[in-house]
């Protein structure tokens, strides 16, 4: 796994805290060259200086919201810092709220985020590795982008949104030498849920008790990295119940999973 990350220049957003950080740190042990990307400029200098190599991080904020102009930004990053081998598309915003409860500015928001800022950043460098004929696109998505759960409405139908984009653009990349990895977690132990929209749009400020229990960014990376290297298509990444069983029950036994989900406490 080592030689794989060695020198390559990786391109990861959301990279201020939680999943992004953590990988930031792991990879530039592993010898890659890094763009960090971001809102929080001040949070992105510190995740560069707990990298082991921060000569080779450059940070470079970015608003996933604002994604008219992610072509021009990343023709003019490419130019100085030269091809992208691997683009992680990690940032990205949740929500805790009922559907009947929910503005359509968070629907829209997390649309924006999540599915839209993605998809114009992956067009953004898709050239780029088509010219080179190499590249990865790894996209952080989660077990709520296979199964709806509640209280995650507009979150879930960004995530799926991705899960379909992505497996189109693989289907498209079939005989060229660009890999696409999808990666699910379950329940890491990050701010994702503190950060969460709620149904006026406002940060939640809580962290879910399942949040707080789940998966160390650590581990997380151990096992996020490791698929990478081998360029798997997908991974699931967290808890056995609310990551690999909760998606074999969704594929086989649909119904069942329904009626435990709809019954289970909301959170």
Known sequence: MDSYYNNKTIWITGASSGIGRAMSIELSKLGAKLILSSRKVEALNKVKQACTNPESVKILPLDLAQYQGFKALTDELITEVGPIDILINNGGISQRSFVKDTIIEVDE??????????????KAVLPHMLEKNRGQFVTISSTAGKIGVPVRSSYCGAKHALHGFFESLRAELHKTNIAITMICPGFIKTDIS????????????IMDDAQANGMSTEEFCKIALKAIAKRKPEVLIGGFKSTKMAVWVWRFFPNLLRKIIANSKVT
């Open 194 to 205: 503190k950060n969460a929209l709620t149904s006026d749009g406002s940060a939640q400020n």
């Open 109 to 122: 928001k997390l649309i924006q985020v999540n599915y839209l800022g993605t998809v114009a950043l992956t």
